[in-house]
């Protein structure tokens, strides 16, 4: 079956304990991207990655890394959380032919982030 | 910049009620255009999508005219079931590396 994995779907941390949300998909893709999404203000995008060992910045990087070490992993980690951080986000991905522009995005499931 | 605005929810509607959810949006040059639905718990899914002007998307009773010429893309369907409540984003893209998303609109409907 086609689709993206997220891992954990929750979590609970505090201010300060580095974290790493993992992203995998299954079909292919080049493009990868990451997005929280907030009340009120939609998904943001915060890093994407349209091949392995090419990744940019998306609207709200500050206090994100990325890494695409392999075509099918695309990890978010978070230095330092901070509370501000707190947010339900994404994981994405596409072909690159198509891309962002085909519509033709796949999400993952979602993680829950709680940084106390 | 490009963006995208959708009406506010959350809209309550009564099971088979005639549903609308305005967007227009802001963009240079030609973008593609879509809407996504997020069902409760989960990941968004492409509900449908148009890639140029009087293109119109259409997808599980769903459908949404590309206007230029009034920057829009309202998604409207004839008589909505409960299974339809979720959160529904109107989105534009007009690269190989970017989609930029609406707010969103929480739709309930009622039995």
């Known amino acids: 079956e086609a689709q993206v994995t997220q891992n954990p779907r929750y979590l609970i941390t505090v201010t300060g304990k580095k974290l790493t949300v993992t992203c995998s998909q299954n079909m292919n893709h080049e493009y990868m991207s990451w997005y929280r999404q907030d009340p009120g203000l939609g998904l943001r995008q915060i890093y994407y990655?349209?091949?392995?060992?090419?990744?940019d910045k998306g609207d709200v990087p500050e206090g994100y890394k990325v890494s695409r070490k392999e075509k099918r992993n695309f990890p978010l980690i978070l230095e330092s959380p901070s509370p501000n951080q707190t947010s339900l986000y994404f994981c994405?991905?596409?072909?690159?032919?198509?891309?962002?522009?085909?519509?033709?995005?796949?999400f993952g499931p979602g993680t829950r982030l709680t940084v106390l | 910049g490009d963006s995208v605005t959708q009406m506010e929810g959350p809209v309550t509607l009564s099971e088979e009620a005639f549903l609308t959810i305005n967007c227009t949006y802001t963009?240079?040059?030609?973008?593609?255009l879509f809407w996504y639905v997020q069902y409760p718990g989960e990941g968004l899914q492409l509900l449908l999508k148009a890639t140029k002007a009087d293109d119109k998307g259409s997808n599980k009773g769903f459908e949404a005219t590309y206007r230029k010429e009034t920057t829009s893309f309202h998604l409207e369907k004839g008589s909505v079931q409960v299974s339809d409540s979720a959160v529904y984003f109107c989105a534009l893209s007009s690269s190989a590396s970017k989609i930029i998303f609406g707010s969103g609109t929480r739709l309930s409907i009622r039995p």
């Open positions: 990655s349209m091949n392995v060992e090419v990744t």
């Open positions: 994405a991905s596409s072909r690159l032919a198509g891309g962002p522009a085909a519509g033709e995005q796949f």
């Open positions: 963009a240079t040059g030609y973008p593609s």
